[in-house]
Every structure is written in structure tokens, then in C-alpha cells.
T-cell receptor, first 113, second 117 residues
Framework: KAGVTQTPRYLIKTRGQQVTLSCSPI?????VSWYQQTPGQGLQFLFE???????NKGNFPGRFSGRQFSNSRSEMNVSTLELGDSALYLC????????????FGPGTRLTVL | AQTVTQSQPEMSVQEAETVTLSCTYD???????LFWYKQPPSRQMILVIR????KQQNATENRFSVNFQKAAKSFSLKISDSQLGDAAMYFC????WGSGNTGKLIFGQGTTLQVKP
């Protein structure tokens, strides 16, 4: 089975731009969660999507949004980029149950200049 | 709100020796999951071991074992017979039991483990 894939792997943007990151879960997985990883704040939960619905949300501003498609692929969007948005963005997929393991993708490294 | 604390930013161990990584957490919930994740320099996060809070028996996965002290809210990871491939950042993580929190992991700040040959 193919693992979780994320595209692109690296991205450079400038302040004020917007960006869309993509995550393809493991086949059969219906839940996709997104995390932001920075040296200062560590790993922080952004949101989770399950069957095309946002099921859980972290404490991030409204500039951070996401969606999930019928094939369970998920995208997250960050509008009006700020320097502080520079981070590694990880997504994780699971079957969706409380007891199910989350499998992480390799991440997208976003640099905001 | 739940919090997870890893008080050791860096640890080092000699190859073939044993090392213990510490983790404490704070929660008012009685049912939850605890995890240790490994993030090697390649950045792919992988699950090392998990513990359900209702289980008194400590989880074990080959060379990896935990010491789960529920009353003390402590969850340490012991790595036996350390190998060079164990070098990575290790994260302790917490997840609530409820179905409304299935995707939300709360992570500690991480411990970087160096393995010396």
C-alpha cells in the first residue's frame, strides 16, 4: 500500500500571497489531519477532515482553511501569508476511528519570504 | 486543556546501551491514548509505541517499552540496545478518547536523541 503523499514537498512564497498544499491519504483512509511544525511552537494541530466534513479544529486564524474531496484527498490553504507561517506542514491519515493509528506524510516545507 | 511536556531537549546514548526519554502530561480526562513518535532527519513521522490509559500493563514493542504512571501523569520511553538508526527526534503525544477528538494529537516539544557509535 502506498503511504501518505504530500505535494509539493518544498514551496517558497512571499508575504501576502496564498498557498495550497495537498495531501493524499492511504487508500481506504477517510480521515486526514493537518499539523504545523515550527522550531518555536513545535507541532500544532490545525484541523481534521473526515468524509468531506471538518470534524475538529485547532486554534489557528481563519487564514488557514482546508477541505476534503470525495476521494479523501485533502487540501489546506493559507491566505495572506505571513513570515510566521514558514513551517513544515504535515498531514496524517487514518481510518477515522478513535482507536485507529495516524500515518504521517513526509510534509511540505513552506518558506515565506 | 491538555498539555504534554518533554523536559529533555537533547539526549545521547552509546550504541547498544539503554536510554529513557521522559514525558509528563496534564489532563482531567480519565480515558485517553498516549504515543511516542519518532521523526528521523528525513522528517517522516512514524509511530513507535502507544498506550491506552485504561490498560495497566505497560506497552512493549521489541526494543521499545514504556513506563506509564497514570497517577503521576508520566509516560517515559525506554529504548534498549540502542542502534544508530534510533537517532531521531522523539515526540510524546496525547489523544483524547472521545470520537470528537480522533484526529487531534497534542505533542510535546520533542527530544533529540543522539546515538554514539
Amino acid at each position: 500500500k502506498a503511504g501518505v503523499t504530500q505535494t509539493p514537498r518544498y514551496l517558497i512564497k512571499t508575504r501576502g500571497q496564498q498557498v495550497t498544499l495537498s495531501c493524499s491519504p492511504i487508500s481506504g483512509h477517510r480521515s486526514v489531519s493537518w499539523y504545523q511544525q515550527t522550531p518555536g511552537q513545535g507541532l500544532q494541530f490545525l484541523f481534521e477532515y473526515f468524509s468531506e466534513t471538518q470534524r475538529n479544529k485547532g486554534n489557528f486564524p481563519g487564514r488557514f482553511s482546508g477541505r476534503q474531496f470525495s476521494n479523501s484527498r485533502s487540501e489546506m490553504n493559507v491566505s495572506t501569508l505571513e513570515l510566521g507561517d514558514s513551517a513544515l506542514y504535515l498531514c496524517a491519515s487514518s481510518l477515522g476511528g478513535a482507536d485507529n493509528e495516524q500515518f504521517f506524510g513526509p510534509g511540505t516545507r513552506l518558506t515565506v519570504l | 486543556a491538555q498539555t504534554v511536556t518533554q523536559s529533555q531537549p537533547e539526549m545521547s546514548v552509546q550504541e547498544a546501551e539503554t536510554v529513557t526519554l521522559s514525558c509528563t502530561y496534564d489532563t482531567s480526562e480519565s480515558d485517553y491514548y498516549l504515543f511516542w513518535y519518532k521523526q528521523p532527519p528525513s522528517r517522516q513521522m512514524i509511530l513507535v509505541i502507544r498506550q491506552e490509559a485504561y490498560k495497566q500493563q505497560n506497552a512493549t514493542e521489541n526494543r521499545f517499552s514504556v513506563n506509564f504512571q497514570k497517577a503521576a501523569k508520566s509516560f517515559s520511553l525506554k529504548i534498549s540496545d540502542s542502534q544508530l538508526g534510533d537517532a531521531a527526534m522523539y515526540f510524546c503525544a496525547y489523544k483524547s478518547w472521545g470520537s470528537g477528538n480522533t484526529g487531534k494529537l497534542i505533542f510535546g516539544q520533542g527530544t533529540t536523541l543522539q546515538v554514539k557509535p
